[in-house]
């Protein structure tokens, strides 16, 4: 049964449980469904899980980028009353964490990143010059998993929606322009907060030499490869992801 989404003002979310908050942050194309193990399973675990859905599409266009992601999410815990959280980004979800970290590192307990932008990553494409070719969209977004059957029915016909929408193409490649603006190299050696690299030896979308770039420029980092996996190892391998981070939050006293 999907979670209930609330709304309350500017912002739609799930939540569920009691403790350290988790604040999950999706991609790009991405939606809360792409969570929904985790959603499940830490709850269970003495955590409680918040996925807000991000104004990727609802910003003025002069707005739409990480920064104004990022005032989103500080504005977003500020309402909740959360002083202290965890942030889990995936693709330009991890971007945000990062760039989150980067101005309000007080506001940050530890931070998980799987297949996350902030140096380099490999979109399904800067102009999307086939985006009405089921078949071309199709193989773009298999190329995201290892196992080509995640890439369902349902997934392709939400990213057809998505990317033949006029207002939310053009939002998409003003955030996928801002990504490429606001790479981080240059500001990973300086966070000192706990962070958790969880990575897909088959991603196509940020390589592994991605992940291996960001442990080695990260100074309190940790990296951990999941086998046959893509992009986003949260939806396509959740029960290995899933222990790989409770071990870790237990190991980190998180």
């Not at 999907?2 to 912002?11: H, R, T």
């Not at 988790?22 to 899980?49: A, Q, R, T």
């Not at 981080?184 to 300086?190: F, K, V, Y």
């Amino acid at each position: 049964m999907k979670p209930k989404l609330i709304k309350d003002g500017e912002f739609s979310y799930w939540e569920s449980g009691e403790g350290q908050p988790i604040i999950i942050l999706h991609g790009l194309l991405g939606d809360l469904s792409n969570f929904d193990k985790v959603f499940e399973y830490f709850p269970k675990h003495g955590y409680k899980v918040i996925i807000p859905q991000l104004p990727l599409y609802t910003l003025p266009i002069i707005k739409t980028n990480v920064k104004n992601l990022v005032k989103y999410t500080k504005d977003f815990i500020n309402y909740r009353g959360f002083k202290e959280v965890v942030l889990f980004g995936n693709s330009l979800g991890g971007h945000v964490a990062l760039y989150f970290t980067k101005h309000y590192p007080e506001m940050v307990k530890a931070v998980v990143l799987a297949g996350s932008s902030g140096l380099y990553e490999n979109s399904l494409g800067s102009t999307y010059p086939k985006r009405s070719n089921r078949d071309y969209i199709r193989a773009k977004v298999e190329e995201v998993f290892y196992d080509p059957a995640i890439a369902t029915d349902e997934l392709v016909d939400y990213i057809m929606v998505t990317i033949n929408d006029r207002g939310k193409i053009i939002r998409t490649l003003a955030l996928a322009k801002s990504a490429i603006r606001h790479n981080m190299s240059g500001d990973l050696p300086d966070m000192n907060v706990p962070i958790c690299l969880i990575w897909g030896k088959n991603d196509k979308v940020t390589p592994p030499d991605v992940a291996d770039e960001f442990y080695k420029l990260l100074p309190d980092s940790d990296l951990f490869w999941i086998d046959k996996c893509g992009h986003a190892p949260m939806m396509e391998r959740p029960e290995i992801f899933n222990e790989i981070l409770l071990a870790w939050f237990k190991k980190r006293k998180i």
